[in-house]
C-alpha cells in the first residue's frame, strides 16, 4: 500500500541551506550576520580542509550513497547570474530521457539499493516535457521497492507555466520551492573559479 505524504513547501531560506548546492559563505547583506561572524566561519571552513584538518579528522566531503540528485533538464526560465549549472553562461535544452530514468530505476532494483532521497532539480525541473512520465516511474520504484524514499523536486517556483506544472503534481512528490523572483540571486556568487586558483586555499588538502 503506498504510503501517502502531504506536500509541503520550504521557504527559500531552508530550501538553500537543505541544497546546500554551493559551499561559499554568502555575501553578509544576503544573510544580515555580522561580518565577523562570516569571517570565523569562513575561517574554520578553511582550517577543516587543510591538510591539518584532513590529517586530523580525515576528508571533510563524503559521497552519500543514499541521497541522490537528478538535473532532469538544463533548460531554465530564469537564467540566473551565477547559477551553477551554468543555465546563463550556456543555456542548454538536454536533458534525461524517460529511457534514462528508466535504466536508473532498473539497476537501482537491481543491486537492491533503497534511495533515502531522491530529488529531480536541473535548470527548472517542471519545464521537462516528460516530467509526469518521470514521476511516475520514481513513484513506483518508491511504492513497490522503497517505501520509505523521499521523491523531491526543487523548483524555483517562478511564472505562471511553473506554478501551473507544480499544481498538477503528484500530493506525495516533496516541492522544495525556493521562491525566485528574477534573476538577481543576492546569495549567489561565481562558482566556477578552481579552489587552487585561490589563495585562501592554499592549504587545502
Ligand atoms: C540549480 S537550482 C535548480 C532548481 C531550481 N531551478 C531552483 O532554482 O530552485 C538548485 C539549487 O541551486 C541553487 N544555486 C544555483 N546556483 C547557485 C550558486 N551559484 N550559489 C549558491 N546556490 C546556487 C539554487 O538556488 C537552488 O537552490
Ligand atoms: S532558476 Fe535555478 S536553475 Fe534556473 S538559473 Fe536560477 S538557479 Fe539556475
Known amino acids: 500500500m503506498p ?4 506536500r509541503y513547501y520550504v521557504d527559500d531560506a531552508r530550501a538553500m541551506a537543505a541544497l546546500d548546492a554551493d559551499n561559499a559563505t554568502p555575501p553578509p547583506r544576503a544573510t544580515g550576520k555580522p561580518r565577523w561572524r562570516l569571517r570565523w566561519a569562513t575561517f574554520r ?4 580542509v587543510s591538510r591539518l584538518g584532513t590529517a586530523l579528522c580525515g576528508v571533510r566531503h563524503r559521497r552519500h550513497r543514499r541521497l541522490i ?3 532532469i533538464p538544463y533548460a531554465c526560465n530564469l537564467q540566473c547570474f551565477n547559477c551553477n549549472r551554468s543555465c546563463e553562461q550556456a543555456p542548454s535544452h538536454e536533458g534525461m530521457t ?8 532498473a539497476e537501482s532494483i537491481a ?3 533503497r534511495w533515502d532521497r531522491i530529488r ?10 516528460e516530467l509526469l512520465a518521470i514521476l511516475s516511474m520514481l513513484r513506483a520504484y518508491r511504492d513497490e521497492h522503497s517505501p520509505s524514499t523521499r521523491l523531491e523536486i526543487a523548483t524555483n517556483g517562478y511564472g505562471r507555466r511553473v506554478r501551473r506544472v507544480l499544481a498538477g ?3 506525495d512528490v ?28 592554499r592549504w587545502a588538502d
Do not use: W
Request: charged share 25%.
Open 3 to 6: 504510503r501517502m505524504r502531504a
Open 45 to 48: 571552513k578553511l582550517l577543516r
Open 69 to 71: 540528485e537528478i538535473d
Open 98 to 105: 524517460c529511457e534514462q530514468i528508466e535504466r536508473f530505476v
Open 111 to 113: 543491486r537492491g539499493i
Open 120 to 129: 529531480l532539480l536541473g535548470g527548472e525541473p517542471t519545464l521537462h516535457p
Open 169 to 171: 503534481l503528484p500530493p
Open 174 to 201: 516533496i516541492v522544495i520551492d525556493t521562491r525566485k523572483t528574477g534573476r538577481v540571486q543576492p546569495g549567489f556568487r561565481t562558482f566556477n573559479v578552481a579552489p587552487q586558483d585561490l589563495m585562501s586555499y
